[in-house]
């Protein structure tokens, strides 16, 4: 049901005791009364919050290498999901900066982005030429496009555990690694 909608508005349903409003974005019962204006718009401002979050991580830190703001945007507890292993914030942090060094010209663009609750979804796509070492392998100088999604969760204005995939096999052959 959606958020002004009661289910005694509903056909059929007849029950009084589910005239209830909803809120969009979490699904979560709001109560009749002056308070479900205020519990709609505090749910509205959470999710919107957390994606300047995940945003301005990806901003920042990926795209123009602000490595300071780490601190202010990853929590101290932060656990990253890559690729079936779990790394901390410092880990994380030394892996971002990898592949800043791989790809100097590093530049990611959200393509959607989707929140709810305390979770945030953002499709992105990255592209740069590998002018850096990274992960061992000397410069080869060729450009590579990389998709993924990244799925962060966030408590008080940070991010504390992300969940992350990527289209590796395409910057392998990009980069004539693999064909």
């Known amino acids: ?20 409003e909803f809120s ?3 699904f979560i019962p709001v109560p009749h009364g002056a308070g479900s204006k205020a519990k709609w718009k505090e ?14 991580f990806i901003q920042e830190v990926f795209n123009n290498g602000n490595y300071d703001l780490i601190e202010d945007l990853v929590d101290e ?13 410092d880990a994380f942090t030394e892996m971002v ?11 990611c663009v959200i393509d959607d982005q989707i ?3 305390d979770q945030v979804v953002t499709r992105w796509t990255f592209d740069g030429t590998r002018n850096g070492q990274l992960m061992g392998m000397p410069p080869t100088g060729k450009r590579v496009t ?10 008080d204005g940070k991010l504390v555990e992300s969940w ?16």
């Open 1 to 20: 049901m959606l958020r002004g909608a009661t289910a005694t508005s509903v056909p059929g349903s007849g029950n009084p005791e589910l005239s209830k």
């Open 24 to 26: 969009i974005d979490r």
């Open 43 to 56: 749910t509205v401002m959470g999710t919107t919050e957390n994606k300047a979050v995940s945003t301005r």
């Open 77 to 89: 507890g932060f656990v990253a999901h890559l690729g079936g292993s779990d790394q901390g914030r």
């Open 97 to 107: 900066k990898a592949y800043r060094n791989g790809f100097p010209d590093y530049h």
């Open 115 to 117: 929140a709810e609750a």
């Open 146 to 155: 990389v998709t993924g999604v990244a799925i962060d969760r966030i408590a």
């Open 164 to 179: 992350l995939e990527m289209d590796a096999q395409r910057m392998l052959q990009d980069l004539g690694v693999t064909s």
